[in-house]
């Protein structure tokens, strides 16, 4: 049974850093794609970044670059994301997703098969 269990979200001031970590279980995770994905309510989700398979290549939205970063643990079989220079608009629920099919070369999953329950980040002074 697969598992994603996110923690590390809560509130930070602007230009603040979080890092979040989503422990996963009942499969290895450098086997499958893996990702970050937000979503505020009311507004569609918004894939992150992802760690792409096969490869292990890290890719970010736009609105992320050069502040987030995406990285696993495979000893421990968890996945970080390392949020620096954080911004009110970062605010989200942040959840972890695994897609088990093909991805497309040089390219996130446009869909997940697995996600984790999400954790809360609010920037906000």
């Known amino acids: 049974q697969v598992q994603l269990v996110e923690s590390g979200g809560g509130l930070v001031q602007p230009g603040g850093s979080l890092r979040l970590s989503c422990a996963a279980s009942?499969?290895?995770?450098?086997?499958?794609?893996i990702g970050w994905i937000r979503q505020v309510p009311g507004r569609k989700r918004e894939g992150v970044a992802c760690i792409h398979y096969p490869g292990g290549s890290a890719y970010y939205a736009d609105s992320v670059k050069d502040r987030f970063s995406i990285s696993r643990d495979i000893p421990k079989n968890t996945l970080y994301l390392q949020m620096n220079s954080l911004k009110p608009e970062d605010t989200a629920v942040y959840y972890c997703?695994?897609?088990?099919?093909?991805?497309?070369?040089?390219?996130?999953?446009?869909?997940?098969?697995?996600w984790g329950q999400g954790t809360q980040v609010t920037v906000s002074s």
């Open positions: 997703a695994t897609y088990w099919g093909a991805v497309a070369a040089g390219a996130c999953p446009d869909e997940y098969d697995y």
């Open positions: 009942g499969y290895t995770l450098e086997s499958h794609a």
